[in-house]
């Protein structure tokens, strides 16, 4: 079974298309790298994969199930599989919110539809210990605010939150753009061991090429909204690359 099944979509905004029959896999266990130049659509995709927007054509799959065309109410049961982590981690969290609240928000907010298994519900102050564990941050920033972080310590708090539910697949929209070199590093080595830890699928997008080719079993490139290369890592300065993906590695 697919992570994440997509067949065909298309997405338009004002009357110009912004996606254009897109379809790919994403297998379960796998990390999928989305790479592309500003404005080329990876975005777009992302928030129509997460529901946030509404696909004018086409399928999107999750674990088996279609999802693409469901209401809010419908999708609900859903999010609990699919979570999302973005690229500002300053933006994502409510300033006026310890983080202890918000790394709970996610798993009081579906209720019913979590069934925890690698974390403990048996009480809250219990899941916000494990979950900094996880995310390798001490137990004493669970009373601080986010303005009292670093710029990594609020991404590991925002992975943290997306892995809160156990979900099944993290679409990552540049994960580490807004950090600094260090920062990146250790995110990306976080991520890699949750991976593992965790059993996750993650669609990884970014423009980084060093990141896609350390964290992705295979890379797709994108450009204006259709996808026009998917290869596997080891393939990446292949001269068989269309011409495309040539220009985008010799500017990355």
């Known amino acids: 079974m697919n992570a994440i099944l997509v067949k065909g979509i298309t997405k338009q905004f004002h009357g110009s298309p912004v996606l254009n029959d897109v379809s790919f896999e994403l297998e379960k266990g796998e990390c999928l790298g989305l790479m592309g130049e500003s404005g080329s659509g990876k975005s777009t995709l992302a928030r129509c994969i997460m529901g946030m927007q509404r696909v004018d054509k086409g399928a999107i799959h999750l674990m088996g199930e279609r999802i693409d065309h469901l ?6 049961p859903f ?9 500002n981690p300053a933006a994502a969290l409510n300033p006026k919110k ?39 941050l001490p137990g004493e920033l669970a009373a601080r605010y986010p303005h ?38 250790s ?15 993650y669609l990884f997008i970014s423009h980084d090429l060093a990141a ?32 495309y993906t040539k220009e985008l590695i010799s500017i990355f």
């Open 71 to 76: 209401s809010d109410r419908k999708l609900r």
């Open 79 to 87: 999010r609990k599989r699919l979570q999302l982590v973005l690229q």
């Open 98 to 136: 310890k983080i202890a609240a918000s790394l709970l928000d996610p798993y009081l907010f579906l209720g019913k539809h979590v069934r925890l298994h690698h974390f403990s519900a048996v009480s809250e102050s219990l899941l916000v210990k494990e979950l900094l564990d996880a995310v390798e």
């Open 148 to 185: 009292e972080l670093s710029g990594g310590q609020r991404q590991r708090v925002n992975i943290a939150r997306a892995i809160s539910i156990e979900p099944d697949v993290l679409v990552l929209d540049e994960p580490t753009a807004s950090l600094d070199v260090v920062s990146q590093a």
């Open 187 to 201: 995110i990306l080595d976080l991520l890699t061991d949750l991976k593992e830890e965790l059993g996750l699928s």
């Open 212 to 243: 896609l080719h350390e964290m992705s079993d295979r890379i797709m490139v994108m450009k204006d909204g259709r996808l026009v290369d998917n290869f596997h890592r080891g393939d990446i300065f292949s001269p068989n690359r269309e011409t």
